[in-house]
T-cell receptor
């Protein structure tokens, strides 16, 4: 069974731009969660989607948004990029919502200049 | 504020040595997970501990959950270069929210 895939793997943007990241979960998994990972803060939960609905949300500004499609694929969008948004963005899938077991993708490394 | 404190933040030892890393909190968790993350990859789940005092072994790795379910340790015996990575712990609250530690970066030198 194929794992979680994320595209693109690397991205360079400039301040003020916007970016869209994509995540394809493991086949059959309906929950997708997004995390931001930085060396100083560790993994910070962004949001979780299940059956196309946002179920949980972390403490991030409204510039961070996401959505999930009927095939469970998910996208995350960050508008008006700031230097501090530079991070590894990880997507994790699980069979159901509120699952303690999550399977992570390799991440998208975003650099904002 | 980090609700899960991992220590040490960084550890570099020689192959063959033993080591222990810690994950501590003042909060009680329904379960605690340990992950290993290698450069350029996402975290991979190693183990989930659920019961206070529980000990789980995964080859040379021994995981223990504290009696009060507030802390955990990971002990590696005879470390090998393949053990190199970032070790993350994550505690699950009763509402299934995962609280993550910042990780211990482990380097095993051959």
């Amino acid at each position: 069974k194929a794992g979680v895939t994320q595209t693109p793997r690397y991205l360079i943007k400039t301040r003020g731009q916007q970016v869209t990241l994509s995540c394809s979960p493991i086949s059959g998994h309906r929950s997708v969660s997004w995390y931001q990972q930085t060396p100083g803060q560790g993994l910070q939960f962004l949001f979780e989607y299940f059956s196309e609905t946002q179920r949980n949300k972390g403490n991030f500004p409204g510039r961070f948004s996401g959505r999930q499609f009927s095939n469970s694929r998910s996208e995350m969008n960050v508008s008006t990029l700031e230097l501090g948004d530079s991070a590894l963005y990880l997507c994790a899938s699980s069979p159901r919502t509120r699952s303690e077991t999550q399977y992570f993708g390799p991440g998208t490394r975003l650099l904002v200049l | 504020t980090q609700l899960l404190e991992q220590s040490p933040q960084f550890l570099s030892i020689q192959e063959g040595e033993n080591l222990t890393v810690y994950c501590n909190s003042s909060s009680v968790f329904s379960s605690l997970q340990w992950y290993r993350q290698e450069p350029g990859e996402g975290p991979v789940l190693l183990v989930t501990v659920v019961t206070g005092g529980e000990v789980k072994k995964l080859k040379r790795l021994t995981f223990q959950f504290g009696d009060a379910r507030k802390d955990s340790s990971l002990h590696i015996t005879a470390a090998q270069p393949g053990d190199t990575g970032l070790y993350l712990c994550a505690g699950a609250r009763s509402n299934y929210q995962l609280i993550w530690g910042a990780g211990t970066k482990l380097i095993i030198k051959p």
